[in-house]
């Protein structure tokens, strides 16, 4: 998943797998970009001292995007996006064996943050337009097959609690809220979004991140805004923000004395990274521009391709297109999106499959699942394609070059 380029191997067989950094010549998947304020920030922190957990920078760092997700949200930084997720499924309310409905196609981050908690995930399909989580699917399950019975939801088949809702909004695109939203607000369930992929996403108008009890962001290397590692926990609830800060540091309840109220977590974003943070807050308007116009691009030159399905954008969303995704159909256009993936490899163009979704992955075999067969169909066919914020249009022109190409079309 990273494409930290600090920590990736250096050149020779494994700097050609996907995500790994890319050789010189090479058009890489999507490598941070900094910005110089970075080195002003981060060399005030080394010159003050302030390189730990406190410091002007972590609230900055959170008002910045609190700011960015909506009025009212306050934010906690963290150590990672799955941090975040953690705390706030746990603030959430979910326990040891509940169960707790999760998008199938997605990074592993948030099934694994569930199952911190003992609970166990439900993987919910994808749809087959934007390929996030099928809002119907999840209507579904609880209108039909869960009872509310003194105020909990019980899924009628396992007998166990269904404690929340995590819509994954991936790869820039937001999930259809409404109807989940809805069923939630139905039921009594709270959502927690993770809103991982999708900062600078919008929802009928209304950033994404803004609509759950809590949503989560992450800055890990390959995001829109990276600290080289790190994540947020969002919401616009004032206690729950306050548990959240609370949690992450270890749950110390007395300001002198070593008083631990509850067992917490060593889960606080550093002053320095935090710092990274300021520098790359700034240019969230300039990133996400740059990630439409390289999705303009590739829609006006591969749209027309036979066999190729370009990223969509719902007529309720506006996207972030963190990570510009195609679907190859093999029978139409003469390859498959692997066989694709090495044809660009040894152009010396970096791609990526989706992720293995998580109702085949062996970390997660054994939890619950409905049938999947559109997640099953995208992670068969999808190709993601370079895009960092400072790909060129002449790289990008490359990319598009050998597609059509590889298509058999005339460039
Ligand atoms: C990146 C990501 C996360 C969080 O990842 P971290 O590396 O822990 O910051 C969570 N969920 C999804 C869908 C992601 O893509």
Redesign the pocket.
């Known amino acids: ?2 494409s930290d380029r600090a920590t990736m191997p250096v050149a020779g067989p494994a700097a050609r797998e996907p995500g790994a950094m890319a050789a010189p010549g090479e058009i890489p998947l999507c490598t941070p970009v900094m910005h110089p304020s970075a080195w002003t920030y981060v060399k005030e922190c080394l010159d003050t001292g302030w390189v730990s957990s406190v410091g002007t920078f972590v609230t900055r760092f959170e008002q910045a995007m609190a700011a960015a997700v909506g009025e009212g949200v306050s934010g906690v930084a963290t150590t ?6 953690h705390v706030a499924l746990q603030l959430a309310g979910v326990r040891r064996d509940d169960e707790v409905l999760v ?1 199938t196609l ?5 099934a694994n ?1 569930i199952r911190y908690l003992g609970a166990h995930p439900v993987f919910v399909d994808a749809e087959p337009e934007y390929w996030q989580m099928d809002a119907r699917a999840v209507v579904r399950f609880l209108r039909e097959q869960c009872d509310v019975d003194g105020g909990a939801v019980r899924n009628r088949v396992t007998g166990r609690r269904v404690a929340a809702i995590v819509p ?3 790869l820039g695109h937001p999930v259809d809220l409404d109807p989940i939203l809805e069923v939630a607000r139905e039921v009594g369930l709270p959502v927690v979004e ?1 809103a ?2 999708a900062l600078g996403a919008k929802y009928r108008g209304q950033p994404i991140g803004s609509f759950g009890a809590s949503s ?1 962001l ?3 290397g ?2 829109l805004l990276t600290t080289g ?3 947020m926990l969002l919401s616009a609830d004032p206690a729950l923000v306050g548990r959240a800060r609370h949690l992450t540091t270890q749950a110390k309840s007395d300001p002198i004395e070593f008083v631990h109220d509850e067992v917490g977590y060593n889960y606080r974003l550093s002053n320095v990274l935090a710092a990274i943070g300021v520098s790359q807050a700034e240019q969230l308007t300039a990133h996400l521009a740059a990630k439409r116009s390289i999705a303009r691009r590739y829609e006006a030159g591969l749209g027309d391709l036979p066999g190729i399905t370009t990223m969509r954008e719902a007529p309720w969303a506006d996207s972030a297109f963190w990570l510009y995704t195609i679907l190859i159909d093999a029978s139409r256009f003469g390859s498959s999106s692997r066989d694709v993936l090495r044809a660009l490899q040894a152009e010396g163009i970096q791609t990526r499959p989706l992720w293995q979704p998580m109702h085949r992955s062996p970390a997660h075999a054994g939890e619950g699942s409905f049938d999947c067969p559109v997640a099953d169909a995208l992670v068969r066919d999808a190709l993601s394609l370079p895009c960092s914020i400072d790909l060129t249009p002449a790289q990008q022109d490359r990319v598009i070059a050998v597609l059509r190409r590889l298509g058999g079309a005339s460039a």
């Open positions: 998943m990273s990672s996006g799955t941090a975040a997720l998008s997605t990074f592993i981050a948030p943050a994954v909004h991936i993770d991982t992929e989560c992450s800055f890990n390959n995001k590692g790190g994540g």
